[in-house]
């Protein structure tokens, strides 16, 4: 494994985009056939697991509405129950709602007329629906719409957590996740802005790689392709980390 010399954490978040991806290689993201499905599974994985999700998409593509035109026509009844296997189904059938909506309403209907809309526009109109946040908008923008939009998700805040990449932690709400995306932009910040879209997006499937093979709600850092980073991590886990701020702070007040 490649250790990594002493760097600022941008620099550091870049070389651990290199190491994820030597790694895993690419990730080919966004599991989904068209983008409409990208979006329908962006609302639907909202807490949830992504094979609760899955089913809820066979469900569905069998029903055959896993397009625009089949949830513009489908009772909101006969959609809660469709994706009834990933859910807060009650939330997520008027939200989905909503979004076609948005794309009746302002876009005639059509996906690649969204698409050429400028990206924060796009995203305040995305946040301004009901059931979307920061994480979906840009999961929105940046799989289905192909903008290039920095995302970030519990895995990266695990990460960024774990490695010490920022200070204060960031927390689960949105200033936490901006200055995630913010980290994330200037990560990359050294790329030619043509590749930043497609940077973006392997970054975000690697770290989801990573996560669920060893960055956890546990960390096993034991073969993890992060473990050469040269700050971290400070503890194996949050409770083993808390542990040994509470011994430092101790050892210190005894000096
Ligand atoms: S498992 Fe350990 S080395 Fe790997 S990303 Fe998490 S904290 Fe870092």
Redesign the pocket.
């Known amino acids: 494994m490649r250790h990594q010399p002493v760097q600022c954490a941008a620099q550091r978040l870049r070389w651990m985009h290199d190491q994820l991806l030597a790694a895993y290689g690419p990730q080919h993201w966004w599991p989904a056939s068209t983008p409409f499905e990208v979006i329908v599974g962006a609302y639907l994985t909202q807490n949830t697991a992504w094979t609760s999700v899955e089913r809820s998409l066979a469900r569905l593509r069998e029903a055959g509405v896993l397009n625009v035109e089949g949830l513009r026509t489908i009772a909101e009844g006969t959609l809660q129950e469709l994706i009834r296997p990933s859910g807060f189904a009650t939330r997520k059938a008027p939200a989905l709602k909503a979004f076609v909506g948005l794309l009746d309403e302002e876009f005639g209907g059509s996906l690649f007329s969204m698409a050429a809309a400028q990206t924060e526009t796009l995203r305040k109109k995305l946040l301004d629906l009901p059931g979307v946040g920061p994480e979906t908008a840009d999961a929105i923008l940046l799989y289905a719409l192909e903008h290039p939009t920095p995302m970030a998700d519990e895995y990266l805040r695990?990460?960024a957590e774990?490695?010490g990449l920022l200070l204060p932690l960031p927390g689960r709400n949105r200033t936490g996740y901006t200055a995630l995306v913010q980290l994330t932009k200037d990560a990359f910040a050294g790329d030619p802005s043509s590749h930043h879209r497609q940077l973006y997006n392997e970054f975000h499937a690697l770290t989801v790689a990573?996560g669920k093979t060893?960055?956890g709600r546990t960390?096993?850092?034991t073969g993890?392709p992060?473990?050469g980073?040269a700050h971290?991590?400070l503890g194996?886990t949050r409770k083993g980390r808390e542990k040994e701020t509470r011994i430092k702070k101790v050892a210190i007040t005894r000096k």
């Open positions: 695990r990460i774990r490695h990573v060893h960055c960390a096993d850092c993890c992060l473990a980073d971290a991590p194996r």
